[in-house]
C-alpha cells in the first residue's frame, strides 16, 4: 500500500540555520505530494504541495522538489526562524484518493 | 469564519466509559473527515462523511461510530473506551472529496487529547 517516511525528529536548529527534512515515500502510480505543519495548539495547514514530477512546490520561504526518480519530496529552507517551530508532515494521495500521512517531524528553532 | 473547532480540547476516560468528541465547520464544506495521530504512525484516517447522511469507514474504524446529520457537525463517538483509543484526534473539512484528495486541501481543527486508562 501507499506510505510516507519522514526523518526521525526532533530537530533543533539556531535561528538562521539550513533546513532539511527528508520524505520518501512508496505509491502506485502518480501520487500528488504535499507538506503539511502544525504549529504549537493549532491544526494542520497545508504548506505546500506538488502533483507532478519535477514540480517544485514553495510557500513561506520552503521548497521541495518532486523528484520521481528517488521518490522523495525533501523539505528545505534557506533560513529558519524561532516562528518555523512546529511539527512537519509529508503526505500523499495516490490511488483511493485519500491523504495517506508521514508520522511528523518536530522541528524546534532556537534563537 | 470560526473554521473548523473541536471540542474538548482534552479529556481522561475510564475503560468502558462513553463520550462524544464534537466537531464542526462553518464553511459550507461537503467533505468531513476523523483522523487519529499516534507516535510513530502519523495521521491515520478513522471515518469520513462525502455530505450530510452519508459517511464510510476509513483505516481503523473499529471502535468508532460517526453520523452526519447536517452539514456542519461531524460527531466522533466512542461506545466503550479502550486504552488503545488513547490519542489525539483531528477532525478535518474540505468544499468537496475531490478537493480533499487531489489538492490536499483540507482544514483542520485543533485537537483532541484524549487518554484511556
Known amino acids: 500500500g501507499d506510505s510516507v517516511t519522514q526523518m526521525e525528529g526532533p530537530v533543533t536548529l539556531s535561528e538562521e540555520a539550513f533546513l532539511t527534512i527528508n520524505c520518501t515515500y512508496t505509491?502506485?502510480?502518480?501520487?500528488?505530494l504535499f507538506w503539511y505543519v502544525q504549529y504549537p495548539g493549532e491544526g494542520l495547514q497545508l504548506l505546500l504541495k506538488a502533483t507532478k514530477a519535477d514540480d517544485k512546490g514553495s510557500n513561506k520561504g520552503f521548497e521541495a522538489t518532486y523528484r520521481k526518480e528517488t521518490t522523495s519530496f525533501h523539505l528545505e529552507k534557506g533560513s529558519v526562524q524561532v516562528s518555523d517551530s512546529a511539527v512537519y508532515f509529508c503526505a500523499l494521495v495516490a490511488s483511493g484518493s485519500r491523504l495517506t500521512f508521514g508520522e511528523g517531524t518536530q522541528l524546534t528553532v532556537n534563537p | 469564519n470560526a473554521g473548523v473547532t473541536q471540542t474538548p480540547k482534552f479529556q481522561v476516560l475510564k475503560t468502558g466509559q462513553s463520550m462524544t468528541l464534537q466537531c464542526a465547520q462553518d464553511?459550507?464544506?461537503?467533505?468531513m473527515s476523523w483522523y487519529r495521530q499516534d507516535p510513530g504512525m502519523g495521521l491515520r484516517l478513522i471515518h469520513y462523511?462525502?455530505?450530510?447522511?452519508?459517511?464510510d469507514q476509513g483505516e481503523v474504524p473499529n471502535g468508532y461510530n460517526v453520523s452526519r446529520s447536517t452539514t456542519e457537525d461531524f460527531p466522533l463517538r466512542l461506545l466503550s473506551a479502550a486504552p488503545s483509543q488513547t490519542s489525539v484526534y483531528f477532525c478535518?473539512?474540505?468544499?468537496?472529496?475531490?478537493?480533499?484528495?487531489?489538492?490536499?486541501?483540507?482544514?483542520f481543527g485543533p485537537g483532541t487529547r484524549l487518554t484511556v486508562t
Open positions: 464553511m459550507n464544506h461537503e467533505y
Open positions: 462523511s462525502v455530505g450530510a447522511g452519508i459517511t
Open positions: 478535518a473539512s474540505s468544499l468537496s472529496p475531490i478537493l480533499a484528495g487531489a489538492s490536499g486541501e483540507q482544514y
Open positions: 505509491a502506485t502510480g502518480y501520487p500528488s
